[in-house]
């Protein structure tokens, strides 16, 4: 499959035509168009990764995020681990997303949050962000790196507008022994999933212009969250299936059971730029 194949594939997966009108729908169930929300009330609806909102915090604490920081979300879906940052800590937060719907639906709950003065959104390709070099003292990526086959390039992209000594701090999916079970929240089928092993993925990120300060096996710690997820029943209304349709449900189910098998494995780790 040709690169411009593949963006295009992921750039359909997360297509969310009329995302922002069913948002707009599914919060007024919970109160008038003027009611701001906060980011904990929001957090089954906009944090789009394993563990969910406690995955966002605990790698935060990982990365020290600072409020005087300037942080860069990658792959920032709807915001909601953006949002999150900006209220906890004070600091600028700028995302970066594949899917222009995401990125409206991001402003758009940034408004409902009050929080559009230190958040902002861009879609762009984390393959050719849109900043000069230097630019930021943190970038967070969480599930985002099983879309992009260029892992090299990605990481250099992300070490490129990364100051000195600036801190990455990753939480993705990575490969475990056999192939995950499809379709999955990130990918309908193999043609636009690149999973690799939590080696290669540190391998790969140092060769790109880093050092490892922090390395974290996540996988126990997501089996007990699905486990958890599991046994209380469905999520809260409004939550992800706003976001990813009727199937969400069936992408999450098979997500767990590739944890559960060891099919694939949870990293969170932090870099520094050298």
């Not at 992921?10 to 919060?27: C, F, N, P, Q, S």
């Not at 992300?158 to 990130?186: M, N, S, T």
């Not at 790969?204 to 209380?232: C, N, P």
Request: overall charge negative; aromatic content about 10%.
């Amino acid at each position: 499959m040709e690169a411009a194949d593949i963006l295009e594939g992921v750039r359909d997966h997360y297509g969310a035509a009329g995302l922002t009108e069913r948002l707009k729908t599914a919060l007024a169930t919970l109160g008038p168009g003027d009611l701001q929300f906060t980011p904990d009330q929001l957090a089954f609806l906009d944090q789009f990764h394993t563990k969910g909102l406690l995955a966002t915090i605990e790698l935060a604490k990982l990365a020290g995020i600072a409020a005087d920081m300037s942080v860069l979300d990658v792959g920032s879906g709807i915001g909601g681990p953006a949002r999150f940052l900006a209220a906890a800590y004070g600091c600028q937060v700028t995302g970066v997303d594949l899917s222009r719907p995401f990125v409206e639906a991001a402003r758009y709950l940034s408004q409902r949050t009050g929080l559009s003065h230190l958040v902002s959104f861009e879609a762009a390709s984390a393959l050719e962000l849109p900043f000069d070099a230097g630019h930021f003292d943190a970038a967070l990526l969480q599930h985002v790196a099983m879309n992009i086959f260029a892992r090299a390039p990605l990481y250099r992209e992300v070490r490129r507008v990364l100051k000195p000594g600036g801190r990455f701090a990753i939480f993705d999916v990575v490969r475990g022994d056999g192939e995950p079970h499809y379709p999955l929240p990130w990918a309908r089928t193999p043609a636009t999933s690149f999973l690799l092993t939590a080696q290669a993925t540190g391998q790969t990120i140092e060769a790109a212009g880093f050092r490892t300060l922090a390395w974290q096996d996540d996988t126990e710690s997501a089996k007990a969250w699905f486990a958890q997820l599991r046994a209380s029943g469905p999520p809260p209304s409004p939550n992800l299936g706003v976001v990813m349709g009727p199937d969400f449900a069936q992408f999450t189910t098979n997500l767990a059971r590739s944890v559960m098998e060891g099919r694939v494995g949870l990293l969170a780790a932090v870099f520094e730029a050298t």
